[in-house]
């Protein structure tokens, strides 16, 4: 699907409609494993000139969608795309590689350099301006007054992003290990692609991602000592899914304690046993007044996901997976 919308999207109105495909075309950037990678050249050459212009216009209220991937984070970000105030952006890394390149862990525009972790301190003037002029024109030029972003990888940046935006709001989703695992490991299996370059999937071009996230998040913390003989470039996708997922969720839940004003919580499984109810309650707690069409929508967009066999993992994964998967509640 175009824009991550379908038919029945369009029902909610050509504006909505207009404004998510405009929001696609020209804000967010085509990504390795995309078609159209060729219309880049053009995004970046309109976001380049919205950073360029003058003035000193600021955000309000903005909120960001994060967590691992295949965890919900797309439909909740389609969800609340329909809301009459809310412009959403999927994973605008275009974007964000104009305020700070290092944020490019998939090696989508850049092919070395990449960060998990920004703090306060790389939130500087500079950054700040960028950021708050993409984000303001892109409000003006979408007619929204609430910017939605979904970045998945910014809960490792909650510091940052809370720098550069005070009042943002940080959503956090959770999703049980058990089925969040296999999903990632499904998604290399159909989408990634093969080019001269090397191999484009999950794990950015040629294991990119996965190499930042060895040396930054595993190997230079103790509390994963257990793994690092395990962390090496042949570790196979279902144990470097799961050690994805055991470091997001760790991480979500140390910002949630840390920025307890800034990070909502949000379990997908509540998102698909009562879809109405948490939305309401996501909208509200986010300073949205909840619009009707996000939940009569996700009453014809929202499913229950039949559930996966459970990873076999190596037995030092296992033991942080499985507390983990105890820590956020899930019986296992």
């Not at 995309?34 to 216009?57: C, H, I, M």
């Not at 470097?240 to 760790?250: Q, V």
């Not at 499913?303 to 998967?325: C, G, H, I, Q």
Request: aromatic share 12%.
């Amino acid at each position: 699907m175009v824009a991550q919308v379908d038919a029945r999207y369009r029902s909610y109105g050509m504006g909505r409609y207009a404004r998510r495909l405009f929001s696609y075309a020209m804000f967010e950037g085509r990504p390795l494993t995309t078609r159209g990678r060729f219309f880049n050249p053009v995004v970046f050459a309109w976001l380049r000139l919205l950073a360029a212009w003058p003035g000193q216009p600021r955000v309000r209220r903005p909120i960001f969608i994060t967590g691992l991937g295949r965890s919900g984070t797309t439909i909740l970000g389609v969800l609340l795309s329909l809301h009459r105030d809310v412009g959403f952006l999927n994973e605008p890394k275009a974007l964000w590689h104009l305020v700070d390149p290092r944020q490019d862990l998939n090696g989508n525009y850049a092919a070395a350099g990449g960060v998990y972790r920004l703090g306060a301190g790389d939130a500087g003037a500079r950054a700040q301006c960028t950021a708050h002029r993409l984000f303001a024109r892109y409000l003006t030029t979408s007619r929204s007054t609430r910017v939605l972003d979904k970045y998945p990888e910014l809960i490792f940046r909650a510091d940052y992003v809370l720098s550069l935006f005070p009042d943002a709001k940080l959503i956090f989703i959770t999703r049980s290990g058990a089925d969040a695992v296999p999903s990632v490991v499904k998604w290399s299996e159909r989408l990634g692609v093969q080019t001269h370059a090397g191999t484009d999937d999950w794990w950015g071009r040629n294991d990119v991602k996965w190499h930042y996230l060895r040396k930054e998040l595993i190997l230079g913390d103790p509390a994963y000592r257990a793994v690092w003989p395990l962390a090496t470039a042949s570790l196979d996708q279902t144990n470097r899914a799961a050690l994805e997922w055991i470091l997001t969720m760790r991480e979500g839940l140390a910002q949630e304690r840390a920025h307890p004003g800034a990070v909502v919580r949000m379990a997908y499984e509540s998102l698909l046993a009562d879809p109405a109810a948490e939305l309401d309650r996501l909208q509200r707690q986010c300073g949205l007044e909840p619009d009707p069409a996000v939940a009569t929508y996700a009453r014809e967009r929202v499913y229950e996901n039949p559930t996966k066999s459970r990873p076999v993992l190596l037995p030092a994964v296992e033991a942080l997976f499985t507390s983990t998967m105890h820590e956020l509640g899930f019986e296992y």
